[in-house]
């Protein structure tokens, strides 16, 4: 099976470039490297110990996507490239038009135009906004109440609506907060510039970047006041993506949520630091910023039971990973 990862050498498709050569799958990975380094082809490879396959392209470039997809026979397309900024996403929406929305349609384009039929699109919760429950299910109504969101969900309706007419088979993964890093130490979620998200700022903080944590929100209903959310490993998302394969080649489409199913509080995740890996993190509380959710969190019964799968790791095991690849 020859399978095609856009956005590649990304933190998840980094991790999942790795399990797919493990397992012995024909990849090529594409990636235009505004969010990621090239030096993640050298780290793939000594991990895997296999040749890496890399076009620097971006789905912008139509031209050369085409030319790619002409070249070679791709069976599956992980679709992995996009922004996800959901702060830089208000600020510059055109941006995120641009980056999510017009590389999606060039790359289903393209693939429709090869008879490229099967896609696993990389998701997010981010499209179910704001529901009156904190539990998300793949049945309740999207109501993105950001930008990225909104182009998240755009592309999820664009694939459906292909699926009703017959043109491609999707299996669309909606997940919240990957997690963690390769066990080898090698590969992490390093983002270029200041990190938005909780666990890729912790990095930072342990490589020096950072003095101190930003805690927004102290009086949220939970059990120590602060935001709880579902976290997965990342060696466990990667898992449901390959197990994805499956499900599409016997031609079904299905939407799952990926997630452990429980939730983890900001204070938890600096205590799990603190008491197992003897780093102490220095935080300091700020008021809670509009739209933060003091808990929410994936229902994960549909992706258990139709991909026979679920979340092997604990926050140790996140923590842990994540202080070693620092520590590297």
């Known amino acids: 099976m020859k399978i095609l990862i856009t956005g590649g050498l990304g933190y998840i498709g980094s991790h999942l470039a790795v399990k797919l050569l493990q397992k012995k799958y024909d990849i090529t990975i594409i990636d235009n490297l505004e969010n990621s380094k090239i030096d993640i082809i050298k780290k793939i490879k000594k991990i895997t110990g296999k040749k890496v396959k890399f076009h620097k392209i971006d789905l912008l470039d139509k031209k050369k996507l085409f030319l790619l997809f002409k070249k070679n026979n791709f069976d599956t397309v992980f679709h992995l490239a996009g922004l996800k900024s959901v702060k830089e996403s208000e600020i510059n929406p055109e941006k995120y038009l641009q980056g999510n929305i017009v590389t999606s349609i060039n790359l289903l384009d393209v693939m429709i135009k090869f008879n490229v039929r099967e896609i696993v699109y990389s998701s997010s919760a981010t499209v179910y906004g704001e529901q009156k429950k904190n539990v998300y299910h793949e049945r309740m109504k999207t109501n993105p109440t950001n930008f990225y969101g909104f182009t998240k969900k755009a592309i999820e309706d664009l694939l459906i609506e292909l699926n009703t007419k017959k043109m491609i088979k999707y299996v669309i993964l909606r997940y919240f907060n990957p997690a963690g890093c390769h066990k080898s130490g ?62 599409i080649k016997k031609k079904k489409s299905e939407i799952l949520n990926i997630g452990t199913g429980k939730t983890y509080t900001v204070l938890e995740i600096v205590k799990t630091f603190q008491n197992y890996l003897n780093y102490n993190i220095k935080y300091e509380y700020f008021k809670k910023r509009k739209g933060d959710l003091a808990i929410y969190f994936n229902n994960i019964k549909k992706s258990k039971k139709i991909l026979n799968w679920e979340a092997k790791k604990n926050l140790k095991d996140m923590c842990s990973s994540i202080y070693r690849y620092g520590n590297k």
């Open 186 to 247: 090698l590969l992490g979620d390093e983002p270029n510039g200041t990190a938005n998200n909780l666990f890729p700022f912790i990095l930072q903080l342990i490589k020096g970047k950072h003095k101190k944590l930003k805690i927004y929100g102290s009086n949220f209903k939970t059990k120590d006041g602060t935001g709880a959310r579902d976290y997965i490993h990342i060696d466990d998302l990667v898992d449901a993506h390959v197990k994805s394969l499956k499900i």
